[in-house]
């Protein structure tokens, strides 16, 4: 009876064995394989949020209706600046019969521009300043304009003197801010076109620097329509590097250059290898920073923030908020009616002098305001601070680059439209101590998605590539290493 039984007894108990592995084996499938749908899943959304790009669209800022049928004329022209006896007399002029309004005691930077020693710099302009040996400085490195859109955008263009057997040449566009110019990097390019020559590294990374001038700006013709904005700049600027031949580059920049190379990068992510910024445009809104401004002095390690964050973000009212109003006043004229105050700047060469160069003493240090003399001449001289004057009074351009804020600023007036689109490119920030407004890592990356370095600069302010360029060089070409050997 046993023999009988004892065979479907075995029989049912290994059944049973089968059927406990299989139900076993299902339990850990089925979540499996729930697991890897869902993760596909959310790997495709995150997919088609990446591909999400700034439509690159296209745009006339000639005068008058585009020909339909008139193909642009893509020729690369060699430019030259020249000048004249008639256009220093002239100059000389109206410096001859400015009026000054005198300052108040003790009042330093404090309403702008000091007078007294206003008068000492122009005096510099009409008795000393050589216009004609500054011409020569500038063409020392090859300009050329190119017509994009229906209007001559002007650009340098330097390739290094000399290649290392084996090393790749690294193009890099370079765009300037306002009132700056594409002069702001005659000193960091020779450190970026012969870094070895300079101490910079060996030789492993060398490049080809492309400056343009914002149109408007400068030797770049002014746009006859309304509407020329940031993104308008960088198709225009992507335009120009594809017509020199390139496929795929680097792109850098500040101030407004910032947001020309971060909608580049938007734009079209393939042609960008990667984007260097020295400063970030972002709004602070939101339940979240608001808690992490809130409680950032105090568990700064719990709000994603570090020491340095604190230490140039605090008290945060006063950098952040006084701070920031007592220097944008210019920002809400040139937001709205720039023509009115453009009009009497293109007119007056002390006007302007006064208007340009009062940022290049509280953008580089804000404890410049103190100063009865700005401190301008602690970090630049006069014959730097004059020449850029000079590009906007002999290219009468100071309106039309001033239209640029409302062009900017009507559309998009906190210009956060760039967190609409993330940066997906590899990027690289130098934050600077003395910048307007300092913008931790952690807010960054709510724009830029991968950032491969941020480094925290040792010194220097808003204008980083003509106060400090040989840090900002060094950054630049730390940041690349870095992409080359991703």
């Known amino acids: 009876m046993w023999q009988e039984v004892l065979p479907n007894a075995w029989e049912s108990i290994l059944s049973r064995i089968r059927s406990f592995q299989y139900s076993q084996k299902n339990a850990v499938l089925v979540p499996a394989a729930a697991l890897g749908v869902g993760g596909m899943g959310v790997c495709w959304l995150m997919s088609r949020r990446k591909v999400k790009r700034l439509e690159v669209g296209d745009g006339w800022w000639g005068s008058g209706e585009r020909a339909l049928r008139e193909k642009e004329d893509e020729r690369i022209r060699p430019f030259r600046i020249e000048t004249s006896d008639k256009e220093i007399e002239d100059l000389h002029r109206r410096l001859d019969q400015a009026r000054y309004a005198p300052p108040l005691e003790g009042a330093a930077f404090h309403y702008g521009f000091n007078s007294d020693y206003l008068q000492k710099v122009m005096a510099y302009w009409r008795n000393q300043f050589d216009w004609r040996k500054q011409v020569e400085i500038l063409n020392k490195y090859p300009h050329f304009h190119t017509t994009i859109e229906g209007i001559d955008i002007h650009f340098i263009h330097v390739k290094p003197p000399y290649v290392p057997h084996g090393r790749a040449v690294q193009p890099i566009l370079m765009v300037h801010g306002w009132p700056g110019s594409f002069y702001e990097f005659y000193k960091i390019i020779p450190l970026l076109t012969e870094p070895a020559r300079y101490g910079l590294g060996d030789g492993d990374v060398v490049f080809e620097v492309i400056c343009p001038s914002i149109p408007g700006y400068g030797f770049s013709e002014a746009p006859h329509q309304k509407g020329f904005d940031t993104c308008a700049t960088a198709r225009i600027f992507h335009k120009l590097m594809k017509r020199l ?21 938007q734009m079209l992510p393939e042609s960008v290898k990667g984007v260097h910024v020295n400063l970030v445009f972002i709004t602070i809104r939101g339940f979240k920073k608001l808690i992490q401004v809130m409680l950032g002095a105090y568990v700064p390690w719990l709000m994603g923030f570090t020491r340095e964050d604190v230490r140039r973000m605090y008290p945060f009212m006063q950098k952040n908020v006084y701070d920031i109003l007592r220097e944008s006043g210019y920002l809400h004229i040139q937001a709205t009616k720039p023509d009115t105050a453009g009009c009497g700047l293109n007119d007056s060469p002390v006007g302007l002098a006064a208007y340009i160069l009062e940022k290049f003493s509280t953008w580089t240090d804000k404890s410049f305001l103190h100063r009865d003399d700005g401190g301008l001449e602690r970090k630049y001289s006069l014959d730097e601070l004059l020449t850029n004057v000079m590009i906007y009074w002999v290219t009468s351009s100071i309106a039309s680059s001033m239209r640029y804020y409302k062009e900017n600023l009507s559309r998009d007036p906190s210009l956060s439209d760039n967190t609409r689109f993330g940066v997906y490119v590899p990027a690289g920030i130098a934050a600077f101590p ?28 808003h204008f980083a590539a003509f106060e400090e360029p040989k840090l900002l060089a060094q950054d630049i070409i730390h940041f690349v290493r870095r992409v080359e050997q991703l």
Do not use: L
């Open 434 to 461: 003395e910048e307007i407004t300092h913008v931790p890592r952690c807010w960054a990356k709510t724009i830029f998605k991968n950032i491969v370095s941020y480094s925290y600069m040792p010194r220097g302010g």
């Open 245 to 265: 031949g390139f496929k795929e580059y680097y792109v850098q920049g500040g101030d407004w250059g910032s947001s020309i190379t971060t909608n580049m990068a």
